[in-house]
């Protein structure tokens, strides 16, 4: 018959087995706290890398509608400074014709303002310009005009391609005619 020995424990001097089991229960408390820090790491890591490959996707759909409406923006504001700074008459003709197109068509479909445009919009400033024209105001009045369509296109394209740079600077002891 095999007999079965049991071990006898020693007894070690100054408490050594309780100093090792705490030391043992530490390091399995590190081990669980580092796995979990990985792991909350990497799930934050996944979610902002989701994140800005949404934003990605969004900012590339609107890309065409953005292109657009640069191109669009730039095409009024060469007319109108044309036909507020030119005294070419076949000049002055082609370029009053190509905004009165842009007015009445292309350019609505770019505007951001909508009923919620304030003074500073670009459909504002754009009715203004034309109502200039078909009142024949004076060269000056249409230059002041001109620019306060370039100013409103510019402000409008900061909104839409979210780029602040491209936002009307204030300069010291100057209010911002632009609302946030």
């Not at 000049?91 to 609505?108: H, I, K, P, S, V």
Request: aromatic share 8%; with cysteine; charged share 25%.
């Amino acid at each position: 018959m095999a007999s079965t020995t049991k071990k006898k424990s020693v007894p070690e001097k100054d408490g050594a087995p309780a100093k090792k089991d705490s030391t043992e229960s530490i390091l399995k408390w590190i081990s669980a706290l580092v796995a979990l820090g990985g792991l909350i790491w990497a799930a934050t890591s996944f979610l902002i890398t989701i994140r800005i490959e949404a934003e990605t996707r969004q900012f590339e759909a609107r890309q065409p509608f953005l292109q657009k409406q640069l191109e669009l923006y730039t095409e009024a504001t060469n007319n109108a400074s044309i036909i507020a700074t030119s005294s070419d008459p076949k000049a002055l003709n082609t370029a009053r014709q190509r905004f009165m197109e842009l007015y009445w068509g292309e350019l609505a479909l770019v505007e951001n303002g909508g009923l919620l445009s304030n003074e500073d919009s670009v459909e504002n400033a754009v009715a203004k310009f034309k109502q200039c024209l078909d009142s024949n105001c004076s060269q000056d009045e249409l230059q002041q005009l001109a620019l306060k369509l370039a100013h409103a296109c510019r402000d409008s394209l900061a909104i839409s391609w979210n780029v602040q740079d491209w936002k009307a600077p204030v300069y010291f002891g100057q209010q911002s005619t632009t609302s946030e």
